[in-house]
């Protein structure tokens, strides 16, 4: 289990980055020089979906790798921050989940 969440996450990962747009629009050329004939109007609104996807799977990336510089720099300015913080963002989000269970007694 452990090991499918961990794929999952870099799947995410990956899914963000400019070359999926690319690998998308690939697809859509293959597709419309071996099946043209095949590309009807649920076929585009499927790629539609799928890039548009891709679009959100990107601003939620830019904007999370964003905050966490954020919160980053606050930890580095905060002499008292505990070390433990710091290593969060390698965790697994259900790890993360746990420990905040455990910080404010939730769990």
């Avoid at 043209?36 to 679009?55: D, N, P, Q, R, S």
Wanted: charged fraction near 25%; glycine fraction near 6%; charge should be negative.
């Amino acid at each position: 289990m452990q090991q499918a969440s961990h794929f999952l996450t870099q799947v995410g990962t990956w899914l963000a980055r400019p070359i999926a747009f690319g690998l998308v629009l690939a697809y859509i050329v293959l597709w419309l020089i071996f099946s043209h004939e095949t590309l009807e109007w649920h076929g585009i609104l499927t790629v539609v979906t799928l890039c548009m996807t891709l679009f959100i799977q990107r601003s939620e990336h830019r904007d999370m790798q964003a905050l966490q510089a954020k919160l980053d720099e606050l930890l580095r300015a905060h002499g008292e921050a505990r070390n433990d913080l710091r290593n969060l963002d390698d965790k697994e989000p259900e790890q993360v989940e746990s420990f905040r269970e455990k910080r404010t007694g939730e769990g």
